[in-house]
């Protein structure tokens, strides 16, 4: 995957950059979901992302045939489904919450790839699972009283993302950065169409109708926001797929956890959410195992790191 010479210093950058970015335009989300719908906003956003990738590929960045094309499909069928689900709880829950969920998916990659593919795994990153868990737990903080259900989306999303990397591995050998980026992206714009086709639609206002409605007002405040999405998204993943190429995959996959201080910072800056004392804790845990299961393996981080595949 390196094409140069390592820059552990440069690729820390690059990687806390794209975490920066993801960080921030995550946190505009609430501006589109006061309005418009989850389905058009991937939609939108999924056809302006592969136009962007179709002309960085017109002019020789890349090239967009893949060379297995139901490969691609799984993968990015699992990969944005768990963006789907990612995006819909951010209208729900606190972005803190959302990312966490996401971040236990090296925890699953490790539970599938032991008990599905046979892999050994040893008793640190079987410890890393249980800290990591236990950290879920206490980001989640479920009320038994009062379970919400809801709540444990995001580790459904942490899930399915697990899935897409184990399968990027597996399927998309040898595919190209600008493949798996446009399969991602355009598998989310025909996730977010068919949801506008299949739906029936809601009349529900505000925030609260974000999922069930089918499509919102495509005015310029909107097309604004949309563009930002697609242009933050490309840019995160654009930074991380250079760390990668910079760096060794275990010591840069430490660095994407920097999403989980952005988000959060982000989410207080412009929300005014916080987070508990033991959701930090929680937090640290998640960060401090997907730490040691990527220190201690030959395989790059699953979260958005498969978008570095060459």
């Known amino acids: 995957m390196q094409d140069v010479a390592v820059k552990p210093g440069l690729a820390a950058i690059c990687a806390v950059s794209g975490m920066a970015a993801l960080g921030l335009t995550d946190n505009f989300v609430p501006y589109i979901s006061e309005r418009g719908s989850l389905w058009q906003f991937h939609f939108v956003r999924g056809i302006m992302a592969v136009a962007i990738l179709a002309v960085l590929a017109a002019i020789g960045f890349g090239i967009l045939r893949p060379q ?3 490969a691609v499909v799984g993968r990015s069928l699992f990969q944005s489904g768990a963006m789907l ?8 829950l606190p972005i803190g919450v959302v990312v966490a969920g996401l971040f236990t998916s090296p925890l699953f990659v490790l539970l599938i790839s032991a008990v599905f593919q046979g892999k050994p795994v040893g008793p640190w990153r079987w410890g890393a699972v249980v800290v990591g868990f236990a950290g879920a737990l206490m980001v989640i ?5 009062d379970l ?20 990027t591995r597996a399927w998309c050998e040898g595919e190209s950065t600008l ?27 505000g925030t609260p109708g974000f999922v069930s409605r089918t499509w919102g007002p495509l005015d310029g405040s909107m097309w604004f926001w949309f563009a930002v999405q697609a242009v933050g998204s490309l840019l995160g993943i654009g930074l991380l797929v250079r760390a ?7 010591h840069v996959a430490i660095f994407e956890y920097a999403l989980l201080i ?18 930090f804790v929680g937090m640290a845990m998640i960060a ?9 393996s030959d395989e790059p981080s699953p979260l958005r790191a498969p978008e570095s595949v060459e």
């Open 262 to 279: 952005f988000a959060s910072f982000w989410a207080w800056v412009l929300w005014g959410q916080t987070i508990s004392t033991l959701g």
């Open 148 to 167: 919400d259900l809801v709540a444990f989306l995001p580790l459904v999303a942490g899930v399915l993302y697990a899935i897409g990397a184990v399968a």
């Open 141 to 145: 903080r479920p009320d038994p009283n």
């Open 179 to 205: 493949v798996m980026t446009a399969g991602f992206f355009g598998m989310l714009a025909v996730m977010g169409a068919l949801g506008m086709l299949v739906l029936p639609g809601s009349e529900v206002t």
């Open 288 to 296: 401090g195992a997907g730490a040691v299961i990527a220190l201690r």
């Open 68 to 70: 297995r094309f139901w």
């Open 85 to 92: 689900i990612y995006f819909g709880c951010l209208a729900f």
């Open 244 to 250: 990668y190429q910079l760096g060794e995959a275990g």
